[in-house]
Structure formats: C-alpha cells, structure tokens
C-alpha cells in the first residue's frame, strides 16, 4: 500500500503526541489508537498503518540485545549497561543471552548497530581474506 506525503504527516505527528520526555509512553500510543479508531477519519487505516511502522522503529532503537558465548558476571552486565545507556541515551531495554556458536567475545545489536567482537566474526573476516 503506498502512504501519501499527508498520511505519514500525519502519523509522525501522532507519534510525536507520544512521547514524553523523549521516550515513547505506551499508555498514550494505546489511547491514540483507540481514539483514531472510534473517530475513522478519511485514511485512517494508513495512517495507523505508518504509526504502528514509527513505534516498532522506535522500539528497536530502545533495545539492545548482548550475545555472549558464556555467562556475563553481574558486574560486567552492569558495567556494559551503563555504558549502552550513556551512548543510546535513558530508556534502553538490554536483553541477555548466550550463544555458544559465537566461541568468545560479545555481539551487541542495538537497532540496526551490531558491534561484533565475537571470535566467530573475526575467523569469517580472516576466512573472506583468503
């Protein structure tokens, strides 16, 4: 479906209607849509179609996924989250997770950032070298 200049305006604007202090409140992004779909003004369905597009993106940018092939010490989860939250600013979700495939080091994705420090990245990058 392809979504008019007006439209994603539109959407931006409610998306922005959102946000408090800069960070999404859902409770307001739920009254939004409960208001857009009781009104069903002309296009609405574009409309909601773009905003729920903006809050997945946004959703994104606020999370942050940590691969690492062993547990992490509670320190270094600390220390790492601190560290992602002075870079990607307050309100960033970090999830933990192990991977053994990654042989050792970290992989960090936040939104569309992967840091890949992993021992598997670097036997790629030396293998695409040869």
């Known amino acids: ?16 209607s959102c946000r408090v202090n800069g960070l999404l409140d859902e409770d307001r992004a739920r009254l939004v ?21 903006l809050l997945k993106l946004d959703i994104e940018r606020r999370t942050a ?17 601190s560290r992602l939250a002075a870079l990607y600013g307050p309100g960033l979700a970090t999830s933990f997770a192990q991977n053994p495939a990654l042989i050792g080091g970290l992989r960090v994705k936040v939104g569309s950032d992967v840091y890949d420090g992993s021992v598997q990245a670097r036997l790629a990058a030396l293998q695409e070298s040869f």
């Open 1 to 16: 479906m392809k979504i008019s200049k007006q439209t994603k305006r539109e959407a931006k604007q409610l998306f922005r």
């Open 65 to 81: 996924k940590v691969e690492s092939a062993a547990p992490l010490a509670p320190e270094l989860r600390a220390d790492l989250q």
């Open 33 to 53: 849509v409960q208001r857009v779909v009781a009104a069903k003004p002309r296009g609405f369905l574009a409309v909601l179609s773009h905003f729920q597009r």
